[in-house]
């Protein structure tokens, strides 16, 4: 009943844009803050944005000025617009609702999408 599920992920190359989705189920998007984390091969999964009920915003450095985050309260659904990509931006991309604690913590997001891979070629 509650779920989350990415779509938009693909390959693109460098400079190039991408967006990607978020579909929200049941309770998820009640919560004040949603946001997009990141893992890559080897690498821990990582904050890149997250954007509150009412439209605050806040971004990873490696990211601001190229993505932006956004969300439509009543669609319950979660945005990332991604532009200037870099091959380094390549991961699998995570949609998750915040419960409580620092919204740059992975561990105060209590719900988690399955993922959709961004690679991005040079």
């Known amino acids: 009943q509650e779920q989350l599920v990415e779509s938009g992920g693909g390959l693109v190359q460098a400079g190039g844009s991408l967006r990607l989705s978020c579909a929200a189920s049941g309770r998820t998007f009640n919560g004040n803050f949603m946001g997009w984390f990141r893992q890559a091969p080897g690498k821990e999964r990582e904050f890149v944005a997250t954007v509150g009920w009412g439209g605050s915003t806040y971004y990873a450095e490696v990211v601001k000025g190229r993505f932006t985050i956004s969300r439509d309260n009543a669609k319950t659904t979660l945005y990332l617009q991604m532009s200037s990509l870099k091959p380094g931006d390549s991961a699998v991309y995570y949609c998750?609702?915040?419960?409580?604690?620092?919204?740059?913590?992975?561990?105060?997001?209590?719900?988690w999408g399955q993922g959709t891979q961004v690679t991005v070629s040079s």
């Open positions: 998750a609702a915040h419960g409580s604690g620092s919204v740059y913590l992975r561990s105060s997001y209590v719900y």
